[in-house]
């Protein structure tokens, strides 16, 4: 059963942790920022986002390509095995590997973009979506637990095996989503028509999709594992994923032209997410806990021009490339070996996710 206060102890002091490193990394930079700004002539630095032409609503639509998407789970090693005398059981560790369903390529993503920009804040809200569909051929038997609702001879099951050999169908319907805050704290304007904009960057991203897999209809199951599950052989499922981060860094806009002319921008960020301990945050089923190691890393650069019209509003045209890198590791926090025979924990766990994205932009600013 839930327990709602200790979910929400664990989710405070989670976010605590996480937030005191974010407020001393910030306290660092605005400290930097002060001495820049009182060492400085009036003329050079400014508070804020100095050009109004800078500021408002952009509104903005990508298509592009995504020419890198691929997750991989490594299964490492099963305490289980060590303790019960049984280590040549370690053998047994798979390797999954979004490969393994013939998705590699490029595959086209569309995208909205959505900027308020002001002078000190500027929110940001991005959606790219995408879809990807394959026929594949599985090269080993691909034992997948937990993959959505299955039912055979009337008996619902969540687990499923491809036998090696057989074709099947791989389809996934993505979406990648930012949401993130930035804060500008001055204009540097070494000389007349260049401004640099440093700014600090705190949000989230998350990745949400559904996905189909085809293997032809249901031919029994069989038991694998230990302790013993039931899979079933070959049918159709279909389910959803997720995952969400935070993240924090920062970045600089650079701005080439006079404010009320057309201007030349480079934009660019670079934000992580860094953790370390429990998954108490995930899941408030104690027998559950694991240790979690999570290294993130987002990487954007775009460059566009925008050009006035005599409305007073924008055309924005350019394209930007987008790198995202997520490492990590999943592994027993058990060290009594009584606990972990009671446990039967499964196998210890890396993990990586991949994804590159190359767009065009089409957008104009209010």
């Not at 001393?24 to 400014?46: E, K, P, Q």
């Not at 040549?88 to 909205?112: E, M, Y």
């Not at 920062?250 to 404010?259: A, C």
């Not at 995202?324 to 025979?341: K, N, Q, Y």
Request: hydrophobic fraction near 40%.
């Amino acid at each position: 059963m839930l327990d709602v206060g200790m979910l929400y102890s664990r989710l405070r002091s989670a976010m605590v942790h996480l937030m005191r490193g974010v407020f001393m990394r910030w306290l660092g930079c605005w400290v930097v920022v002060l001495a820049l700004v009182t060492g400085a002539g009036a003329d050079v630095f400014r508070g804020g986002r100095t050009d109004e032409a800078g500021r408002g609503l952009d509104i903005g639509l990508r298509g592009g390509v995504i020419s890198e998407f691929n997750a991989v789970v490594q299964e490492t090693t099963r305490q289980l095995y060590d303790v019960m005398g049984e280590e040549w059981k370690q053998d047994r560790a798979n390797n999954f590997d979004l490969d393994d369903f013939n998705v590699s390529g490029t595959h086209p993503v569309i995208g909205l973009g959505l900027q308020r920009r002001g002078r000190f804040v500027t929110f940001l809200a991005d959606a790219h979506y995408f879809s990807i569909s394959s026929d594949a051929v599985a090269r080993r038997d691909y034992y997948l637990n937990d993959v959505g609702r299955l039912v055979y001879n009337g008996t619902r099951y969540d687990n499923m095996v491809i036998p090696e050999g057989e074709t099947f169908a791989f389809d996934i319907h993505g979406a990648a989503l930012e949401f993130r805050f930035q804060v500008t704290p001055l204009t540097f304007q070494p000389v007349h028509g260049l401004r640099i904009l440093p700014f600090l960057d705190a949000g989230l991203f998350g990745f949400v999709g559904s996905y189909k897999i085809d293997a032809g209809e249901s031919r029994g199951v069989i038991q694998y594992q230990n302790p013993i599950e039931d899979f079933v052989v070959g049918g159709r499922v279909s389910g959803m994923s997720g995952m969400g981060l935070p993240e924090y860094g920062g970045g600089v806009e650079v701005r080439v032209g006079q404010p009320d002319t057309a201007q030349l921008v480079l934009h660019t960020h670079y934000v992580i997410c860094r953790y370390s301990g429990g998954t108490s945050l995930l899941t408030s089923s104690s027998h559950r806990e694991k240790n979690l190691d999570i290294d993130h890393r987002n990487f954007r650069i775009g460059l566009y021009g925008e050009f006035p019209l005599q409305s007073g509003r924008r055309w924005l045209l350019g394209g930007q490339f987008q790198q995202i890198r997520s490492e990590g590791l999943v592994a027993s926090s058990s060290t009594d070996p009584d606990e972990i025979i009671a446990r039967r924990e499964r196998f210890d766990k890396e993990f990586s996710f991949r994804m590159t994205m190359f767009t065009a932009m089409l957008g104009l600013r209010f």
